[in-house]
């Protein structure tokens, strides 16, 4: 069965520089979820669409964009980067915002040197 | 007090053993959970959805108990391919999407 997809898998930026990261949902997904998960934390949720349009809003550091386009993939723009945003981000989606299960992407392991 | 709560472990149990994780939740609008699994820098994966009093998939059995605000994992005769941190997830309120996670009961099944 296909999955969540997200590009890239593993992303070094400097500090000051910016990072864009992409997700794919899986088919039929109108919904999807950015999660951020620091080394040994739990995931903590970013931000959310459904059909394109912003659903929900958690912990996003206002240095951080986000959109979802028409063909329902999402991307998550990152600015000003920081040391501290290096963490693994995760994508997830479901079926549609009233459906809980949330299926995760493999993550984009961003590194800020 | 957090809004899920679970012990860390590490539960360390050799095959074939019996374990169960217990979870808390602090708000009791709270109408579906979900148990995760996550190996090691990978990405959590769904393990069961909890609506009502539990739910059982195999060697894995949930338990909901609403009037303690608990939700439980047993896993019979393990095995060492559930190694894992195993995630109590549950969804801010009655808010769709936010999910708030637990932060991981730590599973090592040995020979």
């Given amino acids: 069965a296909a999955g969540v997809i997200q590009s890239p898998r593993h992303l070094i930026k400097e500090k000051r520089e910016t990072a864009t990261l992409k997700c794919y949902p899986i088919p039929r997904h109108d919904t999807v979820y950015w999660y951020q998960q620091g080394p040994g934390q739990d995931p903590q949720f970013l931000i959310s669409f459904y059909e394109k349009m912003q659903s929900d809003k958690g912990s996003i550091p206002d240095r951080f964009s986000a959109q979802q386009f028409s063909d329902y993939h999402s991307e998550l723009n990152m600015s000003s980067l920081e040391l501290g945003d290096s963490a693994l981000y995760f994508c997830a989606s479901s079926l549609w915002v009233g459906v809980n299960e949330q299926y995760f992407g493999p993550g984009t392991r961003l590194t800020v040197t | ?111």
């Fill in chain 2, 1 to 111: 007090r957090k809004e899920v709560e679970q012990d860390p472990g590490p539960f360390n149990v050799p095959e074939g053993a019996t374990v169960a994780f217990n979870c808390t939740y602090s708000n009791s609008a709270s109408q579906s959970f979900f148990w995760y699994r996550q190996d090691c820098r990978k990405e959590p994966k769904l393990l069961m959805s909890v609506y009502s009093s539990g739910n059982e998939d195999g060697r894995f059995t949930a338990q909901l108990n609403r009037a303690s605000q608990y939700i439980s994992l047993l896993i019979r005769d393990s095995k060492l391919s559930d190694s894992a941190t195993y995630l109590c997830v549950v969804p801010r309120g009655t808010s769709y999407g936010k999910l708030t996670f637990g932060q991981g009961t730590i599973l090592t099944v040995h020979p």
